[in-house]
């Protein structure tokens, strides 16, 4: 019997032959990852109640400072220095300091620290976005993290694979982040609950690495333990340089078992939105536009990526944020922000009236920055809009792709990005 | 810390996709460190249920639908359900981060799709946990859980996830001197 790569990974990561979905497993882990909120707790736990003295491999860590930081208080600057600390006195080599990383899940990748074939777990729910490098990757607890740091393994599940087959090539301005929006319509937010989401098909093969990030990022708003992308040419050329350590991708066997298969026709798939107040809300854009909205945000680790600065600073180029609106632009990484400062995009966002503010994760997570009040209406470029993710409990969260979000911020209300620009400008990814 | 064989408690009934900003809004990680705190805002990004929290109980049981505890990775989500003063959680299905959390914590989360469907707020309920069966005595009735794995059964029976890791770095301190 064939393996999927997921298996494939898993049973190699334990040491066996083979594995099957339901197997309980203990693993080797080839990559981890904390932040400021979630390695205090790991480091206490490992140190305090664990009793280990060190890490198993600090040159397989690596930490981000980006959930409360820089500091929007004394109790997270507290979290950021023992983030700080504990990283320091446990020699982890990839630490990522406040202005020279970002968002972990944008931070990772791009330094070609998590890799094909790999085992990748990260105290953090979207870790899953890894797998657009096809690796195995997925999200983890405190203790979990610190039983991973002392041991360098961990217990698994086997997971079912689900196969997700797309075919066809997305229209002109739809993008992954509305293809894995109108997924996740489909299936629902616990679709794939616990399972592997296998992502393959002739559509990603004319979707680039940083697209990619945003639709494997999106795995765990349908439940998935992990999504997973098949190695090609993109993959390489993505890594070609930048991958620091050497790597064997994995491949689905022809014969192996998917618990079901679903197709999609993506050039099916229109521009869309998930509405308040859950990410499987899925509607067409003709249906909510004209939605007046309080503020836009562009930003988190789906959505705002270097790719997603240019189309966002495409569409508002010449333009100024609408009375009334309010727009805000976090960059997902210290390196974006250097390459948008390089290619002018921040120009035009502050001519445009945009705040712009350091790589964080800022307003996604109602951590500072752009948190909303109740009763307030806003379109967002990141993954989740359960009820209170943006602040209040009451504020309305709508979900787009960067250039939805920079046309409705032109105008005030939810808009199609042709209304603003005729054309995405040839060339701009 | 060891579970106890049987509970009883009242029941907290909530719905289904009850995500973890709901169960802890992401501003009080900055509790993360302090289960008491965290416990007194447990809930309290569910719309209507201001001051929740306050209402419960110690024993008290909570129901919910389909899902609960999707959303996030932060452990401080159980930590606070438990925080609050809820003995044990009933539920359809959980989000996988959750449910590892709670069995890494050794904290006893029960799935009943027969029990997340039939009971009712304020039912008294017994769970014994060895042979997996929901006592609902507001209603008179008795609903079946899904058994653990036994790899899940024997973390929650050590107290989770810590008991084991320290059991293992000893394994490893011996086989090194030897
Ligand atoms: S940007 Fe948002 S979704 Fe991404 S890691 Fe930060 S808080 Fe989580």
């Not at chain 1, 727009?327 to 966002?349: C, D, W, Y």
């Amino acid at each position: 019997m064939g393996m999927t790569m997921t298996e494939k990974i898993l049973a190699r990561a334990s040491g066996r032959e083979s594995v099957r979905p339901g197997d309980l497993i203990l693993a080797k882990i080839d990559f981890a990852m904390g932040h400021d909120l979630t390695i205090p707790p790991a480091g206490k736990i490992m140190r305090e109640q664990m009793g280990a003295e060190k890490i198993w491999d600090p040159d397989r860590v690596a930490v981000t400072q980006d959930h409360f930081q820089p500091a929007k208080d004394a109790a997270s600057a507290t979290l950021g220095r023992l983030t700080r600390e504990f990283s320091h006195q446990m020699g982890i080599k990839w630490y990522f300091e406040v202005g020279q990383g970002g968002i972990c899940h944008t931070v990772l990748p791009e330094n070609g620290l998590v890799l094909p074939g790999e085992l990748v777990v990260g105290a953090d729910s979207h870790s899953c976005t890894y797998g657009a490098l096809n690796n195995f990757a997925t999200g983890i607890g405190s203790t979990d993290l610190a039983c991973v740091m002392a041991l360098g393994e961990l217990w698994f599940r086997v997971p079912e694979t689900l196969k997700f087959v797309y075919h066809n090539r997305l229209q002109e301005w739809v993008e992954a982040k509305d293809l894995i929006l109108y997924v996740i319509g489909k299936i629902g937010v616990d679709g794939a609950r616990s399972k592997a989401m296998e992502q393959v098909g002739e559509t990603l093969k004319y979707i680039d690495m940083e697209a990619r990030l945003t639709i494997t990022n999106m795995a765990i708003e349908a439940g998935a333990k992990n999504g997973i992308l098949e190695f090609d040419e993109v993959t390489k050329e993505y890594l070609d340089g930048r991958a620091k350590r050497p790597y064997t991708p994995v491949f689905s066997d022809p014969d192996a078992e998917y618990e079901k298969v679903f197709e999609f026709d993506a050039a099916a798939v229109e521009l869309g939105v998930a509405k308040p107040m859950s990410p499987d809300n899925y509607a067409p854009l003709s249906e909510v536009i004209g939605t007046r909205l309080d503020q836009v945000f562009i930003g988190s680790c789906t959505n705002s990526r270097i790719t997603d600065l240019r189309r966002a600073a495409a569409v508002l180029e010449g333009h100024k944020v609408a009375a009334g609106c309010r727009l805000i632009i976090t960059p997902s990484s210290h390196q974006v922000a250097i390459q948008a400062e390089k290619e002018g995009l921040i120009r035009t966002f502050l001519a445009a009236g945009a705040a712009w503010t350091t790589a964080t994760c800022g307003a996604c997570l109602g951590g500072h920055m752009g948190v909303l009040g109740e009763g307030e209406v806003c379109l967002s470029t990141t993954n989740r809009n359960f009820p209170g993710r943006m602040g209040h409990p009451k504020a309305m969260v709508y979900l787009s792709n960067p250039a939805v979000a920079a046309a409705s911020a032109v105008t005030g209300v939810i808009t199609h990005p042709s209304e603003v620009l005729k054309h995405m400008p040839a060339g701009i990814r | 810390m060891t579970l106890p064989k049987v509970i009883r408690g009242k029941a907290w009934k909530f719905g289904a996709n009850i995500d973890t900003d709901q169960i802890i809004p992401a501003k009080y990680a900055i509790y993360s460190l302090d289960e008491i705190e965290l416990g007194k805002h447990a809930m309290e990004g569910v719309p209507d249920r201001d001051g929740w929290a306050a209402g419960v109980e110690a024993g008290d049981i909570l129901v919910a639908g389909s899902n609960f505890g999707c959303g996030s990775s932060r452990e401080i989500a159980p930590i606070a359900i438990r925080g609050a003063g809820i003995s044990l959680v009933i539920a359809d299905s959980y989000a996988r981060i959750f449910f590892r959390n709670a069995i890494n914590l050794g904290y006893p989360i029960l799935q009943s799709p027969q029990a997340a469907e039939a009971v009712v707020e304020g039912d008294e309920l017994e769970v014994d946990l060895e042979q997996g069966i929901i006592r609902d005595f507001t209603r008179s009735d008795e609903y079946r859980c899904e058994a653990f794995p036994p790899f899940m059964n024997e973390l929650l029976k050590m107290g989770g996830l810590v008991p084991w890791v320290r059991e293992r770095l000893r394994e490893r301190r011996l086989a090194a001197r030897a």
